[in-house]
């Protein structure tokens, strides 16, 4: 028997994936990048064992068993992890130097999340990006990080980028097959101590449309999205990475809140709509909007970003982070909204509000 364990942090995306072109492959519609934020805090949990004497596959998941063979893109996952495994196994054998045959043994998968999965708060990119790495670990795969991430893309898109620390690209790629959808490191996450992600948990309840359902419903109905993939993805990529290279927190910011509200009319332009933001996720955008209006110097102190559900992450530099938490605290006591704070991130931070 062989056990390894792993941990994989969360990322929010700052430019958003939201829509596929291959569903099978998981093939976005476009680019999208993201800040990887610290495990202390958020991380999933994955220990994986093989072993011969094992029956079949079985799944774990925050210590409730799930039907594994229901879970098509975790398969996926499996299927290509064991297929590299078996490879090695054979060019092994054939130098006359055998290994052991992992990639034949049956697996036993628990996994868990320190926070809540599926509220919005990026569950699924960490616990599917837990899963390939201690596959890839566990069969001792010799293959780069980013390959790792077109694997891990497989079992959840999102999840190709949390293979990476600090700012991370997910290039979509033009082929076919996907073999070049895969993520990379745009900067490491030693790159910009002074940017600091404020978690606000507005509600940990379980999201109403799943993003899997969302997206394809979007890229049916919603006429702004043809725009959005063609026309508008394309240049704040480019200037997102500049902003990132640049530590430059005016362009990264306003592209940040900008993407954060356009997939949010995405949404809400598909027919029928979706809602993921709620009262209180307004409430803080207009907040933090007239936040950035009493600065002195016209200058953004900090930007909002919201994925599919009513979490808000904001990111701002180190200096403001104390006075948002104040103001936050102050506008959302957490006596009157079911609503969590945390602060860390990249350098994160936490709490209920
Ligand atoms: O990877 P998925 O299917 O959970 O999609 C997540 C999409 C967003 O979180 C809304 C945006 C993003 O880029 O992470």
């Known amino acids: 028997m062989k056990t390894v364990t792993c941990t994989a942090p969360v990322n929010i995306a700052v430019i958003k994936y939201w829509g596929k072109r291959d569903t099978e492959l998981i093939l976005p519609t476009n680019s999208s990048l993201s800040v990887t934020l610290s495990q202390d805090i958020l991380h999933s949990k994955t220990t994986i064992s093989a ?99 077109r694997i891990a893309r497989q079992g ?20 076919e097959d996907g073999s070049d959808s895969y993520a990379v490191q745009i900067a490491p996450e030693t790159h910009w101590p002074d940017l600091q992600a404020l978690i606000c948990v507005v509600s940990d309840a379980k999201k109403g449309t799943s993003s899997t359902a969302g997206m394809q419903s979007t890229i049916k109905t919603s006429l702004l999205m043809n725009e959005r993939i063609n026309n508008i993805v394309p240049a704040r990529m480019e200037g997102m990475k500049k902003a990132v290279l640049d530590k430059d927190f005016q362009s990264f910011a306003e592209l940040t809140m900008r993407d954060s509200n356009q997939f949010h009319a995405v949404c809400l332009d598909t027919y029928p709509p979706i ?7 307004r409430a803080i955008i207009q907040l933090i909007h007239e936040y950035n209006a009493t600065s002195p110097d016209g200058k953004l102190k900090a930007a909002y970003t919201y994925d599919a559900g009513p979490n808000a992450v904001i990111y701002a530099p180190k200096e403001n982070m ?13 006596n009157k909204e079911p ?7 990249y350098n994160a931070i936490s709490g209920k509000l």
């Open 51 to 149: 072993a011969k004497e094992y029956d079949h596959d079985r799944l774990w998941l925050n210590g409730i068993e799930e039907d594994i063979t229901k879970n098509k893109r975790m398969h996926n996952c499996f299927r290509e992890t064991r297929a590299i495994r078996q490879a090695m196994e054979a060019k092994a054998e054939a130098e006359g130097k055998p290994i052991e045959p992992l990639s034949t043994y049956p697996v036993h998968v628990c996994s868990e999340n320190n926070f809540p999965t599926a509220a919005g708060l990026a569950s699924s990119a960490s616990g599917l990006a837990a899963l390939v790495y201690t596959l890839s670990q566990l069969f001792e795969l010799t293959i780069s990080t980013s390959e790792v991430s």
């Open 156 to 175: 959840s898109g999102s999840a190709c980028r949390s293979l990476f620390g600090g700012f991370v690209a997910w290039e979509m790629g033009e082929k």
């Open 275 to 281: 809602f993921y933001l709620n009262d209180t996720s």
């Open 322 to 334: 104390a006075e948002i938490i104040q103001l936050i605290g102050h506008y959302f006591p957490s």
């Open 339 to 345: 609503a969590e704070f945390f602060a860390n991130p």
